[in-house]
């Protein structure tokens, strides 16, 4: 089955740390291009990263840059997205998404999220 | 405040005809950039609903269709139907400030009276 399931949201307090994981069956992960987009309560849909195949070419959010990190292991067939010092507006369901090729491209598929949130 | 805009809410009775309009900018949809449209279920996975302003997605019933005039892009829904109601949104590519960035409306909630 193609699907895709995060993981490793939960609480932490600001300037906290988390790792999200993102992990990937059913279709050949190393041919996609991955993000991560996020929701906030009560707000839209915000992208966060991209990672194209291979992992060497990454792209951020001005709201994340310097603090987020996206990452992939193509044996493993995970995605990751290391969240380093935390801030309250972080707080969001965050969703794996993947991209084919280029970079208009949809997203044509998306897990169901795992929640983070951050707060004292 | 998203790049692209779109309105908060749109309604309509069952069988009617409703549009939600995605508004951008030449950095985005007015450089041709391709457009494509989500339907999303609040606690579920968003699903590709239009791929690439015209083209629906696999599986999506024909009564979805998006169309675009310059920097803006519409999403119809014709026969408005009960498991229709849902937020959408739009999404397509930005390169203002030569910094690269996938972009989302602020999303509209479909309701059916």
């Known amino acids: 089955q193609v699907q895709l399931l995060e993981s490793g949201g939960g609480v932490v307090q600001p300037g906290r740390s988390l790792r999200l994981s993102c992990a990937s069956s059913?279709?050949?992960?190393?041919?996609?291009?991955m993000n991560w987009v996020r929701q906030a309560p009560g707000k839209g849909l915000e992208w966060v990263a991209l990672i194209w195949y291979d992992g060497k070419t990454k792209y951020y959010a001005d709201s994340v840059k310097g603090r987020f990190t996206i990452s992939r292991d193509n044996s493993r067939n995970i995605l990751y997205l290391q969240m380093n010092d935390l801030r309250p507006e972080d707080t969001a369901l965050y969703y794996c998404?993947?991209?084919?090729?280029?970079?208009?491209?949809?997203?044509?598929?998306w897990g169901q999220g795992t929640l983070v949130t951050v707060s004292s | 405040q998203s790049v692209l805009t779109q309105p908060p809410s749109v309604s309509g009775a069952p069988g009617q005809r409703v549009t939600i309009s995605c508004t951008g900018s030449?950095?985005?949809?007015?450089?041709?950039?391709?457009v494509h449209w989500y339907q999303h279920l609040p606690g579920t996975a968003p699903k590709l609903l239009i791929v690439?302003?015209?083209n629906r997605a696999s599986g999506v019933p024909a009564r979805f269709s998006g169309s675009k005039s310059g920097p803006s892009a519409s999403l119809a829904i014709t026969g408005l139907q009960a498991e229709d109601e849902a937020d959408y949104y739009c999404q397509s590519y930005d390169t203002s400030l030569s910094v690269s960035n996938w972009v989302f409306g602020g999303g509209t909630r479909v309701t059916v009276l």
């Open positions: 998404a993947r991209i084919y090729d280029t970079n208009t491209s949809p997203f044509d598929l």
């Open positions: 030449r950095s985005n949809i007015g450089a041709g950039y391709d």
């Open positions: 690439a302003t015209v």
């Open positions: 059913g279709f050949i992960f190393g041919s996609f291009g």
